[in-house]
């Protein structure tokens, strides 16, 4: 089990020690997209989905997500978010909108698992509120962007085109 963090000796999963390492400004920012139908976009786009503000409310979700994620993901530690944010971008040529989240904090460890999290909660969100209109939207291509503090320092995720 050498090398991984999240294990003991005598391969326990553990959660990691970070008692010792630094406070440093942290920042992590993650993408995915949900494809959905031409009605759909039309109701996302027009505001007028029978369940209301698709966007605000996955908004909403994203950002609730991401400041509880050490409850959703079992090794994660509980973090003192500073600033977190869900911003969509709606893509009329693929019908698909896309998602970012970015979290922020001042601590041990870094918000790459809140990001990935916020991120999936809000287009979980957009699936759950337009179900009723495509059961056929797929939720895709969920990635880190971009993180940076800490030891390991700054990650850009390289443009794949």
């Not at 970070?18 to 949900?34: E, F, L």
């Not at 509980?78 to 971008?89: A, E």
């Not at 939207?137 to 850009?156: Q, R, V």
Request: charged content about 25%; hydrophobic content about 40%.
């Amino acid at each position: 089990m050498s090398g991984l963090t999240h294990f003991d000796e005598k391969g326990n999963a553990v959660m990691v020690d970070v008692t010792d390492k630094p406070v440093t400004d942290r920042m992590a920012a993650a993408c995915g997209s949900i494809r959905v139908s031409r009605e759909v976009f039309e109701a996302i786009k027009n505001g007028t989905a029978k369940k209301g503000d698709v966007l605000g409310t996955a908004r909403i979700a994203g950002i609730m997500a991401a400041k509880k994620t050490w409850d959703i993901i079992p090794l994660c530690h509980p973090l003192p978010l500073t600033k977190v944010t869900i911003d969509f971008t709606l893509e009329e040529e693929t019908l698909s909108v896309e998602a970012v989240c970015t979290a922020r904090l001042s601590g041990r460890t870094g918000v790459e698992m809140e990001a990935l999290t916020g991120v999936s909660a809000a287009l979980l969100t957009i699936y759950d509120m337009c179900k009723a209109m495509d059961r056929g939207m797929e939720i895709e291509k969920i990635h880190l962007l971009e993180k940076a503090g800490g030891k390991s320092g700054h990650y850009l995720r390289p443009s794949p085109f």
